[in-house]
């Protein structure tokens, strides 16, 4: 796998619950059933629901295998090339969010 960049400010945006969202942000969680306790977080003006990103390995060969993504929670592709990673806080009530690219 290639070297990643990842773009990030390194501030930690809080979870929101799903009853913050607006109605149009909430019809694109449909498959959600207890929406209201469900967590979120918003990044470049979308809603991700955390839920929906890939866990990155834990074991040592896979995490050397993701280069510079080992040291995030999760990541979320958006095409061949790129995507989101996120990194939980210690306190798991919010979240760091990265663009990367390869």
């Known amino acids: 796998m290639s070297d ?9 945006r ?7 969202l607006s109605e149009k942000e909430r019809t694109d969680f449909d498959y959600i059933d ?7 977080f918003k990044y470049r003006g ?12 834990q074991n040592e060969p896979a ?6 993504l080992s040291a995030w929670h999760g ?5 061949f090339f790129s995507g ?6 210690e306190d798991f009530e919010s979240v760091k969010v990265g ?3 390869s």
């Open 4 to 12: 990643f960049r990842i773009i990030t400010n390194n501030h930690y």
């Open 14 to 20: 809080d979870l929101i619950y799903g009853y913050e």
């Open 34 to 40: 207890d929406i209201d306790s469900h967590s979120f």
């Open 46 to 57: 979308v809603v991700y629901d955390p839920g929906e990103f890939m866990r990155t390995p």
């Open 63 to 68: 995490r050397q295998e993701l280069n510079g």
């Open 75 to 79: 990541y979320q592709s958006d095409s």
């Open 84 to 89: 989101i990673v996120i990194k939980y806080s």
């Open 99 to 101: 663009l990367y690219l």
